[in-house]
Nanobody, 120 residues
Framework: QVHLVESGGGLVQAGGSLRLSCVVS????????MAWYRQAPGKQRELVAA???????NYADSVKGRFTISRDNAKNTVYLQMNSLKPEDTAVYYCNARVLSFRSSWENYWGQGTQVTVSS
């Protein structure tokens, strides 16, 4: 069974930084795209950033220049470095990964989410 576990969320003042981590585990053969999404209260879940297995990245316009996504393929881990945080970045952040496992063909998996709160 594939599991994604996020960590690193919390409360930070505007202008501050946080680093999110997400570890993928459980019978993994390969991981393709890894991504971070977020969902604020009353809003739809939106893509924040994504990174391919080869390291290509893309970002939502709202976070370009402030957030950086990276991955460590040896550790099956994806990171999101968030700098210059704004109150509008407040949301639950979810990790997503497209995984090929021993038990299944390619599937998308989600983490449980980690809360990021930015105070003004």
């Amino acid at each position: 069974q594939v599991h994604l576990v996020e960590s690193g969320g919390g409360l930070v003042q505007a202008g501050g930084s946080l680093r999110l981590s997400c570890v993928v585990s459980g019978g993994i053969l390969r991981i393709d795209v890894m991504a971070w999404y977020r969902q604020a209260p009353g809003k739809q879940r939106e893509l924040v950033a994504a990174i391919s297995s080869g390291g290509s990245t893309n970002y939502a316009d709202s976070v370009k220049g402030r957030f950086t996504i990276s991955r460590d393929n040896a550790k099956n881990t994806v990171y999101l470095q968030m700098n210059s945080l704004k109150p509008e970045d407040t949301a639950v952040y979810y990790c997503n990964a497209r995984v090929l496992s021993f038990r299944s063909s390619w599937e998308n998996y989600w983490g449980q989410g980690t809360q990021v709160t930015v105070s003004s």
